[in-house]
């Protein structure tokens, strides 16, 4: 599948890969290069790929508390959240960011891309019965474009989108920009301020647009290699490596998306009970203390047992900007503590490693 922007991913020499059943670029000038493009200025990401679905209706704000694990009624029109998609087990369907729009008994979802089909089909199944509650997928008339960096804000001031100079992180508004109806909202998958663009009509015209006005601020198209490292310094969840149908948001470290004082919703029990219990395992950060690069699957020991595994990385890579390996992963419990000595098994060498809390980066690591 092609998202309406692969013309311009292949005019700007994108090295294209399958993600998700998608051609996306991975890269255009390179993810080192790219990846500190977003850090210093700016860099623009093609995101349609993601699942955008619409539920509406009366009933569509009880019905979403019900299937998401976060608090929907702490949200204004115009804000955002990011949640969880739990199964009766508590494990985890996709991790999704939730949009109040304006309109009153409307919402959008941001769903991963490999998760489209599973979430709209969940989400239409336990809708059935509910009174004035639908469900669309509106992944093919919505596109989606992530301008990310600290330039960006002074992009769409170029622009004269006076309206998104002054959004709060999480916020959005809805703006006219190169004939297209956009909801343009505060959020982001790189630590960097940023918005993301929902376009409802051609993308195309927009893309070109913020290039054109972006170009004098460094602007470069970004693809994923770099958007990976990017919320990988950032501790940001990825799932199919960090998260799955067999973790939970409390193994994940993801509780503060969970709020059980809201009442009922799809495995508040089984969550419930592992809160209370304490969970066997848990996610964790951790920074190499030599040399090594650490990468998913690879093996993490105990430091004084180094021939006992205790757990596995899930994401890890090398820090362009702090210059040494970092990673994630879960560990038992009794070796998730901060400060916590393990060993890394990087191709049979054993190197060492420490528990640290994530993010990786902050803006004065620079």
Same mark, same amino acid.
């Given at each position: 599948m092609h998202t309406p922007l692969i013309a311009q991913h292949r005019a700007a020499g994108a090295k294209l890969v399958d993600f998700a059943g998608w051609e996306m670029p991975i890269h255009y000038s390179g993810v080192v290069d790219e990846y500190h493009t977003v850090r210093s200025k700016a860099g623009l990401f093609d995101v349609s790929h993601m699942? $955008? *679905?619409v539920v509406t209706? &009366?009933?569509?704000?009880?019905?979403?508390? $019900?299937? /998401? /694990?976060?608090?929907?009624?702490?949200? $204004?029109? $115009?804000?955002?959240?990011?949640?969880?998609?739990?199964?009766?087990?508590?494990? *985890?369907?996709?991790?999704?960011?939730?949009?109040?729009?304006?309109?009153?008994?409307?919402?959008?979802?941001c769903v991963n891309a490999s998760n489209r089909a599973k979430i709209v089909s969940w989400l239409t199944e336990h809708s059935q019965g509910i009174p004035d509650c639908q469900v669309s997928d509106r992944s093919a008339e919505i596109a989606q474009i992530a301008l990310q960096g600290p330039a960006a804000r002074a992009i769409v001031a170029s622009l004269g989108l006076s309206p998104l100079e002054q959004l709060k992180l999480r916020e959005s508004a809805m703006v006219r920009v190169a004939d297209a109806e956009c909801l343009a909202a505060r959020t982001?998958? /790189?630590?960097?301020?940023?918005?993301e663009f929902y376009v409802y009509g051609q993308v195309s015209p927009l893309w070109d647009?913020?290039?054109?006005?972006?170009? &004098?601020?460094?602007?470069?198209?970004a693809g994923l290699g770099a958007r990976d490292l990017l919320r990988l310094e950032m501790g940001y969840l990825l799932y199919g490596n960090d998260i799955d149908e067999h973790t939970t948001p409390i193994e994940a470290g993801a509780e503060w998306a969970v709020r059980f004082e809201k009442g009922e919703f799809v495995?508040?029990?089984?969550?419930? *009970?592992?809160?209370q219990a304490g969970p066997s395992r848990r996610f964790v950060g951790f920074e190499l203390q030599e040399k090594g690069v650490p990468r998913h699957?690879?093996? *993490?020991?105990?430091?004084?047992s180094p021939q006992s595994p205790i757990g596995e990385v899930t994401s890890g890579n090398l820090s362009p900007l702090l210059q040494k390996g970092i990673g994630l992963g879960y560990v038992s419990s009794e070796h998730a503590g901060l400060g916590t000595d393990l060993f890394i098994d990087i191709r049979g060498k054993v190197v060492p490693a420490k528990v640290v809390k994530p993010p990786f980066y902050r803006r004065d690591s620079k």
């Open positions: 699942g $955008r *679905i209706g &009366s009933g569509a704000e009880s019905f979403l508390q $019900r299937m /998401t /694990t976060n608090d929907l009624a702490a949200l $204004r029109p $115009r804000q955002a959240q990011y949640s969880m998609v739990c199964n009766e087990q508590g494990g *985890i369907l996709d991790d999704v960011f939730v949009y109040r729009m304006e309109k009153a008994g409307e919402f959008l979802l982001g998958y /790189t630590g960097e301020f940023g918005y647009k913020l290039f054109t006005s972006g170009k &004098s601020f460094g602007l470069k198209p495995g508040r029990p089984a969550l419930l *009970i592992q809160k699957g690879f093996k *993490i020991l105990s430091a004084s």
